[in-house]
């Protein structure tokens, strides 16, 4: 970790401690890594701008990099620490607990494969959270195999389990869909923009239409708690294994071609250009879903009731167990009087809380990074907040053990 810099920060938060006695100028905080200084923020009205800077120390010329993911809202100040060198922890202002922790990357790997796709300076921010999210489940199959059949039953079932991430396509809406419940509608030069700003976990052109996955809208699942059911075609779940989401990849097939056809032809919600189209992209996802090692699971649904029994098995559910609670931090709440200075050792930074007026001793609390997961374009996830004594009681019955 590198040398924390960054405006004065004091205010009370109940998750994360906000409050750091740094050095800065202004609302700006310059971090180091390497031969380059990224400033982040930095205004005259007194609010913590989302604008990143960086000044190549080799060559003296200061540049704007392409900053992706979901940019953190605007706030009165914040603080900055470099974590393994590749990362920049933000630590807002007067913000609300779960929006106070962000991150910067600035070298990890994502980053450096979208420097040689976009062949320019590339950022990229994720939000910063406590648990860790129970892996998402990927759901594939051709038209008409009744995957969204066994979705709906899998939710209705377990509606505290499961949530579901809604799509995005440029497709017009049919008739009864409901923009931000069937699917995100959008127009194809804004989903295309966001595509090339990083914000969607997979897309594909199918059947003339761009259809793709948001990132945001699979981290809102798990923000709440969660599993994510992911309804994707075969192209879209090919993206997504080569993505750094974790998940697992069901394939659900028709007992035959001939059955296919039969179940596409009776929903009557498309011409017969349409059908003939479908069933072609069908013959391509089955050959690929049954040979291509991409799925773990492979379901056949020749008798839907039998299936979704199946599928309950595979996921560990009895109907009234559910195997997916998320891992919650040690310490859920934390209150910090003000005035706060901060120092780091391995992976963990140190927070020493000073006496207040209100006569409170010293106290100390420590802000663990050494479990975190995942990253941009999403969430970082696994953040853990401890006070000094029961971190320190944690370490006395690890080496007990």
Not at 249 to 259: A, L, N, Q, V
Not at 262 to 267: D, I, P, Q, Y
């Amino acid at each position: 970790m590198g040398e924390i810099q960054g405006d004065f920060i004091d205010g009370l938060q109940e998750i994360f401690p906000v409050g750091l006695d740094t050095k800065s100028r202004g609302y700006e905080s310059s971090t180091v890594v390497g031969d380059k200084i990224y400033v982040i923020g930095g205004s005259d009205d007194g609010t913590f701008s989302i604008g990143v800077r960086i000044f190549n120390k080799s060559t003296g010329k200061w540049g704007v990099p392409t900053a992706l993911g979901t940019k953190p809202a605007q706030c009165k100040g914040h603080s900055a620490v470099l974590l393994n060198s590749d990362r920049i922890l933000i630590l807002k202002r007067d913000s609300t607990p779960d929006d106070c922790t962000w991150f910067l990357e600035v070298d990890t790997p994502f980053v450096r494969e979208k420097k040689k796709i976009l062949e320019t300076e590339v950022v990229a921010w994720s939000k910063g959270v406590k648990a860790h999210a129970p892996k998402p489940i990927v759901i594939s199959g051709p038209s008409g195999v009744g995957k969204g059949t066994l979705i709906s039953k899998l939710m209705k079932e377990f509606p505290s389990t499961f949530g579901f991430s809604v799509s995005h396509t440029t497709r017009a809406p049919r008739e009864k869909e409901k923009d931000g419940v069937h699917y995100h509608f959008t127009e194809r030069s804004l989903m295309e923009k966001e595509i090339r700003d990083g914000k969607f976990l997979e897309s594909a052109s199918v059947h003339g239409n761009l259809y793709g996955t948001s990132i945001e809208a699979v981290e809102v699942v798990s923000d709440a708690g969660k599993r994510c059911i992911l309804d994707i075609d075969v192209q879209g779940a090919r993206s997504v294994r080569a993505s750094s989401l974790e998940a697992i990849f069901i394939f659900i097939c028709p007992p035959s071609f001939e059955e296919l056809e039969k179940r596409l032809r009776a929903r009557g919600t498309e011409t017969e250009e349409q059908v003939q189209k479908r069933l072609r992209n069908a013959k391509s996802e089955l050959e690929e879903g049954k040979s291509s090692g991409l799925f773990d699971h492979i379901l056949v649904n020749d008798d839907l009731d039998k299936c979704y029994e199946s599928l309950k098995k595979l996921l560990g559910l009895d109907g009234s167990t559910d195997s997916t609670t998320t891992d919650e931090s040690f310490v859920k709440n934390v209150e910090l009087p003000n005035g706060h200075s901060i120092s780091e050792t391995n992976q963990n930074i140190l927070i020493h809380c000073a006496t207040t007026d209100l006569g409170k001793a010293n106290e100390l609390f420590v802000l663990d990074v050494s479990s975190l997961k995942g990253g941009a374009p999403g969430r970082t996830r696994g953040l853990n907040m401890y006070a000094i004594d029961t971190f320190a009681d944690a370490l006395e019955e690890q080496e007990e053990d």
